[in-house]
């Protein structure tokens, strides 16, 4: 297919200082989970990266100094000579196809705990780190500013020795050395580097200088700085302080990288943002400066993208998580299959990754993180290892990926699904207040698996097992292989984390679950929402029937509402949302009984107990696996073999409830290792440290 020539501009060259990008796609700094501890992994999954268009590939945030670490996090480190070789093997993946290596130089300053160095942080000024930890840091002296800039220095010059082609000066977000500078709020100095807008700024400029002098000739010195804190008056604003900090340095960097800060803004879900939400932030910017301008905003359209750049927006198109969920979406573009792009979803599993210090994942791109250690490519998939006909039961998130791939691979499929829409659970949830671009998990996979001519979506068939068993000998439902993919219910008893017996008395209460509210089911009155999940079904639902006009109570023994959304960025304003909504919030409460017009709860660490009024109780607690088919066909292993059944699994959440990723990755899994060759006893490689 031909490029429409509408989105030629998105494959001009920019040139960035002394290099030049070969077209707009341009890879922002993004976490992962990777950093030093996982090189071999990380330089595979940025040269996916390059390969799949983007000009320029950058890495994650890399501390410079032992007086700056983030442990747990797993982050890169450039601390001595001996980490070149490790950040190497990136640059050489990236130049393999052309594209640019940029490196994010990073201090973290008091936000750095130093739980490993155990080297107290430094600040500008005397502070408690940023975080719970009983660890403050101390204030820097004239020498400390002087070493610093030093460490930066040389950091820079081992980054060129490394292979990088920009080499960035780190002022955005809120966990970054020269942000605290900057900050009137944090930045309680006296001297020339404290008090007036000029002075804040003068280690910045400094740094920059510094940079240029060390590697200007060959790397471009690019800044990534944050123009809006959305800290009012005390903070940096759009409308204030990031204009003029833009304008004392417009024509210092050789490119300005421009967001939001701090990162939960940067990378704000969709259930909270929507695509180019970051726009009337800096789009005064290029305004500014003759230098080249990128930023982000979630982009996945190409015609925002193009309009951006039309409209003198920015000069190249910086994504993050659009580049996860999709490595190809330039090549897409280029080669005019834009409508082929797996867009990124806003539901920020990649970051939840990253905090938890694994690998990175996705929810639309299951071989995220996988490209070393299983040798998963985006694009690329192993061909089929026979003939074989395969029936996948099911068409949520797992049985769709599942019949995709396998597709891919060459297999026939028969993809069945019991209800007259596909994706399960996906169209479901979708439907929900602020989930609706979840909906692309399952848009992609049906327009994918439609242009197959060997892959059948057979809709509203609720097979049974005889069916199943009946249909495998016939000539028009020829199938050797059965994955079944039949979701999971959630439970009506309040089993979960705090239960591991039925809670009594739930037979005397209108009693609901989120299955119930997602299928229409109303409920009526006062309601009472137990939430033993965590993550973000209980807050959306809190939020659902809010907003129909229902008195809400929502009780959670977790510490604060929806807890396990803090490792997506998204818990403070899922809280601060159902408060605004008058939402009643009651955490560290347990739910212990039932009765009639009412519920008993009790403290989790007293277990003092009190009543409170309800009419109808949501629970969302736990799931069970949908197994039953699964159970019936295995039952009778005698007439599998007599029906030419050669595998029988069960995938997604019928095997294990779990994310709507782990659902498509499963279903991914499976359709992989379909007849192929047992794998060893770990299924795939580890990156081990050398002793």
């Known amino acids: 297919m031909k490029r429409d020539p509408r989105f030629d501009i998105l494959f001009e060259p920019v040139k960035i200082g002394p290099v030049t990008s070969k077209n707009r796609f341009f890879q922002v700094p993004h976490c992962n989970g990777m950093g030093y501890l996982r090189p071999k992994s990380l330089a595979a999954m940025r040269g996916i990266k390059a390969e799949g268009g983007w ?47 940029g490196i994010e130089l990073q201090h973290g300053g008091y936000c750095s705990t130093n739980h490993y160095s155990r080297i107290p942080p430094i600040s500008p000024s005397p502070i408690s780190v940023d975080s719970y930890a009983p660890i403050q840091a101390r204030a820097m002296d004239k020498s400390d500013i002087r070493n610093f800039r030093k460490w930066h220095r040389k950091a820079a010059l081992r980054s060129k020795q490394a292979g990088f082609d920009l080499v960035y000066v780190y002022a955005a977000h809120s966990g970054t050395l020269l942000t605290h500078f900057l900050s009137r709020r944090i930045n309680r100095r006296t001297d020339e580097y404290g008090g007036s807008l000029e002075n804040r700024v003068r280690l910045f400029r400094e740094l920059i200088e510094d940079t240029k002098d060390a590697v200007g000739d060959s790397c471009a010195v690019a800044v990534r700085f944050c123009v809006e804190e959305f800290l009012g008056s005390q903070g940096i604003t759009s409308e204030n302080e990031g204009k003029e900090i833009i304008e004392m340095l417009a024509e210092l960097p050789d490119l300005w990288d421009v967001n939001i800060s701090d990162w939960s803004m940067d990378s704000a879900t969709s259930r909270f943002e929507s695509e180019g939400y970051q726009e009337q932030y800096m789009s005064f910017v290029k305004s500014m400066t003759s230098k080249p301008v990128v930023g982000v905003g979630r982009f996945t359209s190409p015609d925002t993208m193009l309009s951006l750049i039309q409209r003198g927006v920015m000069d190249l198109i910086g994504a993050a998580r659009p580049s996860i969920a999709d490595p190809f979406l330039p090549k897409k573009i280029e080669e005019g299959r834009e409508d082929e792009i797996r867009e990124c979803i806003g539901c920020n599993i990649c970051v939840m990754s990253d905090e938890l210090s694994v690998p990175i994942s996705c929810t639309q791109n299951p ?68 989930l ?42 020829d199938y050797s292989h059965v994955l079944l993919a039949n979701g999971s219910s959630w439970r009506r008893n309040g089993l979960g984390r705090i239960h591991r017996e039925p809670i009594p008395g739930l037979d005397k209460l209108q009693v609901f679950t989120p299955d119930d509210i997602m299928d229409g089911v109303l409920a009526k009155g006062r309601v009472v929402v137990f939430d033993d999940d965590h993550f973000y079904m209980g807050g959306v639902l809190a939020e659902k029937l809010r907003r129909e006009g229902h008195d809400v109570l929502i009780v959670t023994p977790a510490p604060d509402i929806s807890t396990w959304t803090h490792k997506t960025l998204e818990q403070k304003k ?88 782990a659902a498509v990755y499963s279903g991914h899994l499976a359709a992989r290792e379909l007849q192929a060759e047992p794998q060893e006893e770990v299924p795939f490689l580890r990156e081990r440290i050398q002793i």
């Open 367 to 434: 071989t995220m993180g996988e490209e070393w250690r299983r040798g998963w490519h985006p694009e690329r998939i192993e061909p089929r290892n026979s003939d074989d006909g395969v029936l996948v039961v099911g068409g949520g998130p797992a049985g769709l990926e599942c019949a995709l791939a396998l597709g891919q691979r060459g297999y026939r499929v028969i993809l069945a699904e019991a209800s007259a829409e596909l994706g399960g659970r996906v169209s479901r949830e979708s439907r929900l207040p602020g």
């Open 436 to 477: 609706a671009e979840w909906g692309r998990v399952r848009d992609y996979r049906v327009l994918m698996l439609e242009r197959m001519a060997n892959v059948t979506i057979y809709r509203e068939n609720p097979l049974s097992a005889d069916e199943i068993f009946e249909f495998s000998a016939e000539d028009q439902f």
């Open 574 to 661: 899922v809280q601060k949302q159902l408060m605004d909504l008058g939402v009643e919030l009651a955490t560290q409460t347990n739910l212990t009984a039932a009765e009639t017009g009412k519920v008993e709860l009790s403290c989790i660490f007293t277990e003092r107990k009190i009543e409170r009024e309800c009419d109808s109780l949501l629970l969302v607690t736990e799931r069970i696996p949908n197994d039953g088919l699964f159970n019936s066909l295995n039952g009778d292993p005698e007439r599998l073999t007599n029906a030419g059944i050669k595998t029988l699994k069960c995938i997604g959440d019928s095997f294990a409830p779990g994310t709507i990723a």
């Open 55 to 101: 000009g320029v590939v950058c890495t994650e945030e890399v501390y410079i100094h032992s007086s700056s670490e983030c442990d747990p996090l797993v982050e890169g480190r450039l601390w001595d000579d001996d980490d070149i070789p490790a950040l190497a093997k990136m640059t050489e993946a990236v130049h393999e196809h052309g594209s640019l290596a």
